[in-house]
Structures are given as C-alpha cells and as structure tokens.
C-alpha cells in the first residue's frame, strides 16, 4: 500500500512571502517606489533646463516640472517629468545609480620599452664638415670634442649617464660646438675665448643627486655654447644605477 503523499496536480505550491513584505499590485513597477536622493533630483532638474534652453519646454512648463522634480520623492515621480525629452535617457533609475565603490579601476595601458642605448667613442672629431650626437646613448666620464672649420652637436637629454659626473672637453677652431643639457641636471664650467665665445649657463639642481656636466676648453675664432634645454628633463637617473 503506498502511504506517500498525494502530489498536487498543479505543481508545487509557491513559497510564502515574508511577514510584512510589500504586495505588489497587478501592475506594479516596485523599483518607481525607491526613494530618490538629492543628486537624482538633480539630474532630472539639469535635463528640464537644457530642454528649457533648446526651446523643447515652454517658461511655465519648466517651472512646473523643475518644482515637481525637487518635491519628488520616488524614481516614479521623477520619470514622467523627462519621459517626452529627446534627451531622456531611458528609465531615471537607471541612469542615475552610481558605479560600485568595489568596482576595479581599469588597468594602466603598458608603457613601450625604451630601445637600449648606443655606445659611442669617447671623442668627437669633425674637420671642414659637422658632427653630432643625439637620442638615447650611453655617455661615461669623459667627453672630448674637437672642431676645425666645423660644427660640433652634443645633446643629453635623452641620454644615459653612467657617471654621477661628466666633463666635456672642448676645443674648436674657426668651429661652433653647441651642448644642451637636460633641465633638471646640473651644468658648470667655463673656457677661454680667442676672438670667440665661449659661453655656459651654468645652474644647480634642486636633487642633491642629479648628475653635473662640466664644460670646458677653448673656442679660436670660433663659439661654444652649453645651454639647459627646458622641458626635457633626465629619465634614468645616476643614483638608480649607482644604488641598483
């Protein structure tokens, strides 16, 4: 004999609501009953006033709805006030929730790898004709630049200092050498001028640490200029390489 209870044919019957839960009548939106906050009756105030301006709202259409939208309590009181906007962006309740605190914050983009620094000699030579030494290379202690009837270029700004200090020796005859300098680095020096100039605009960085580039020598009929070049500043510093 089977004492097992008899199945209801119309299926299992559905769960009792809690005590006191709210019944939604047939019908009902629940979420038009959420309370709204301040910033939500913001947003809709901010969307009547740029219907108001584009002419969509007349004077006392938007005095009304404005004075509706800062007495409304509910996400259903807010909705009819922009329902007929082009501007309307669908139901206010969900346009006007905020991100999770907890959300993450998206990734970085990936920074590109420097190419690796050159090496390059000591010495710079250039006889009835020009030189020059740019871009990301390796510079030492020691510099040494020479110009006969030409013209000498040195930039460090996006060089790589391997020394905390570095001398540049100059010398140029009926010649131009010109050395620039990042900003945030420090500069000194000094050289005879023999119907030339010789000129350096010497500074001091704020960092204790920054590397200093010392010029000196001399200019025959001819000009050295050794000048900070501003807004370009070191990317590797000395002390990151003497520490690491």
């Given at each position: 004999m089977d004492n097992s209870p008899e199945q209801d044919p119309r299926g299992p019957l559905p769960a009792p609501l809690p005590k006191n839960a709210p019944v939604q009548a047939p019908g009902?939106?629940?979420?038009?009953?959420?309370?709204?906050?301040?910033?939500?009756?913001?947003?809709?105030?901010?969307?009547?006033?740029?219907?108001?301006?584009?002419g969509r709202l007349t004077a006392d259409e938007h005095g009304e709805r404005i004075e509706a939208a800062y007495n409304a309590r509910t996400f259903g009181e807010?909705?009819?006030?922009?329902?007929?906007?082009?501007?309307?962006?669908?139901?206010?309740?969900?346009?006007?929730t905020k991100a999770p605190l907890e959300a993450p914050a998206p990734a970085p983009a990936p920074?590109?790898?420097?190419?690796?620094?050159?090496?390059?000699?000591?010495?710079?030579?250039?006889v009835f004709g020009g030189a020059s030494r740019k871009g990301r290379w390796r510079v030492g202690s020691h510099l040494k630049a020479v110009a006969v009837f030409g013209g000498i270029e040195i930039d460090l700004t996006d060089a790589v200092f391997e020394s905390p200090e570095v001398v540049i020796e100059v010398i140029t005859v009926f010649g131009g050498v010109e050395v620039r300098v990042p900003e945030n680095v420090s500069l000194h020096g000094g050289g005879a001028g023999v119907f030339g100039g010789f000129e350096v605009r010497e500074q001091t960085s704020a960092d204790p640490y920054a590397p200093v580039v010392r010029v000196k020598g001399a200019a025959v009929f001819g000009g050295v200029e050794a000048k900070p070049r501003r807004g370009k500043k070191i990317k590797e510093w000395v002390r990151r390489q003497l520490d690491g």
């Open positions: 009902t939106d629940l979420a038009a009953e959420l309370r709204a906050s301040d910033a939500d009756r913001e947003r809709v105030a901010d969307l009547l006033r740029d219907a108001y301006a584009e807010l909705e009819p006030l922009t329902r007929d906007l082009p501007s309307h962006p669908g139901a206010i309740r969900h346009n006007l920074q590109p790898a420097l190419p690796p620094a050159r090496a390059e000699s000591p010495t710079m030579v250039a």
